[in-house]
């Protein structure tokens, strides 16, 4: 099993940056491809990014590109989003996500969960 361990969150004006990191226990991390999802109060979970496994290849939702960069340090087990041109579109609670799976791009992709960290973007 995993345990994901979200932070970095925070309140922020928009057009500013923040970086979210997610710590995960265990030391199989490196077999785990991450993602990043967002919720919005009364919205569903959304897709932000992933990054793949082995491959590292990355994967971002329309939202996120072009201004969020996920990347990922197996040594310190850590996945992280940076956040560029934050909008007040971006507020939400911000959760990573572990799978094994080929899918990448919605929630029942993934086996673990953190507890998400929240953002908001004042205007």
């Known amino acids: 099993q995993v345990q994901l361990v979200e932070s970095g969150g925070g309140l922020v004006q928009a057009g500013g940056s923040l970086r979210l990191s997610c710590a995960a226990s265990?030391?199989?991390?490196?077999?785990?491809?991450m993602g990043w999802f967002r919720q919005a109060p009364g919205k569903e979970r959304e897709f932000v990014a992933a990054n793949r496994r082995d491959v590292f290849d990355t994967y971002y939702g329309d939202s996120a590109k072009g201004r969020f960069t996920i990347s990922r340090a197996d040594a310190q087990n850590t996945v992280y989003l940076q956040m560029n041109g934050l909008k007040p579109e971006d507020t939400a609670v911000y959760y990573c996500?572990?799978?094994?799976?080929?899918?990448?791009?919605?929630?029942?992709?993934?086996?673990?969960w953190g507890q998400g960290t929240q953002v908001t973007v004042s205007s």
């Open positions: 996500a572990a799978t094994r799976r080929l899918g990448l791009r919605y929630p029942s992709d993934y086996d673990y």
């Open positions: 265990g030391r199989t991390f490196s077999s785990y491809s």
